[in-house]
């Protein structure tokens, strides 16, 4: 299983982005995609979460209402449509899937629970 981030840049506040996470290698319906973000010197941080089927979507705190996670099924990706971009969103942003046949259905928030992840994609909002 392969993931292949993409779609990070410089913005200005108040702008936008949306990122990219292509899959390769076979597909995981019932399982969850995820995105996550680590700032310099800080913890990996949940962003949002989407699985495969369904309409299950989770986000994290500081996101909600700005962030979009979306996924196209047949070409096997999974988007992040970044709105209303503030400073503090800037770090290496990484998407994630989670394999494990015990959290089918589930919607994980840890960076334990997922299995694959992708290489970052740095997103860096100026003042």
């Known amino acids: 299983v392969q993931l292949q981030a993409s779609g990070g840049g410089l913005v200005q506040a108040g702008g936008s982005l949306r990122l990219s996470c292509a899959v390769s290698?076979?597909?995981?319906?019932?399982?969850?995609m995820g995105w996550f973000r680590q700032a310099p010197g800080k913890e990996r941080e949940f962003v949002a979460a989407i699985r495969w089927s369904g309409p299950w979507i989770s986000y994290g705190d500081s996101v909600k209402g700005r962030f979009t996670i979306s996924r196209d099924s047949a070409k096997n990706t999974v988007y992040l449509q970044m709105n209303s971009l503030k400073p503090e969103d800037t770090a290496d942003y990484y998407c994630a899937i989670d394999t494990s046949p015990a959290r089918i259905g589930m919607l994980p928030t840890r960076t334990s629970e997922y299995d694959y992840w992708g290489q970052g994609t740095l997103v860096t909002v100026s003042s």
């Open positions: 290698g076979r597909t995981f319906n019932g399982h969850a």
